[in-house]
């Protein structure tokens, strides 16, 4: 595992290495989801789509692979446990974009 990592924040709540070894499967695949639908979406929501090619149009980043994502928890879960949330957020070809905040482009 990654030792560069030791704390991750999620929702204005700092998590170590240790606090997540203390919580449940269930709560650590429960926080790594809400941090994945914090700072990804479905491109249906704001990304363009191109009718003619058939396809969004990743203006923001993308499509971006949960799997790749959820990486950033390698230090503090199984693999196993990312591996399910990443199959489950991939589900039936689910696609994913970063959200884009104010702020986040400045011209």
């Not at 919580?23 to 003619?52: C, Q």
């Not at 203006?59 to 196993?80: A, K, W």
Request: charged residues 30%.
């Amino acid at each position: 595992m990654n030792s560069s990592i030791r704390s991750i924040t999620i929702r204005n709540s700092s998590y170590s290495v240790d606090d997540f070894q203390k919580l449940s499967d269930h709560e650590k695949v429960v926080i790594m989801r809400e941090w994945f639908l914090d700072n990804y979406e479905d491109p249906a929501e704001n990304t363009p789509y191109d009718g003619k090619e058939g396809g969004y149009l990743f203006i923001n980043g993308g499509p971006c692979d949960p799997q790749d994502e959820l990486s950033v928890f390698d230090e503090f879960v199984d693999s196993e446990l990312i591996e399910s949330l990443a199959d489950e957020l991939s589900g039936d070809g689910q696609e994913w974009t970063n959200i884009v905040r104010p702020g986040d482009h400045e011209f």
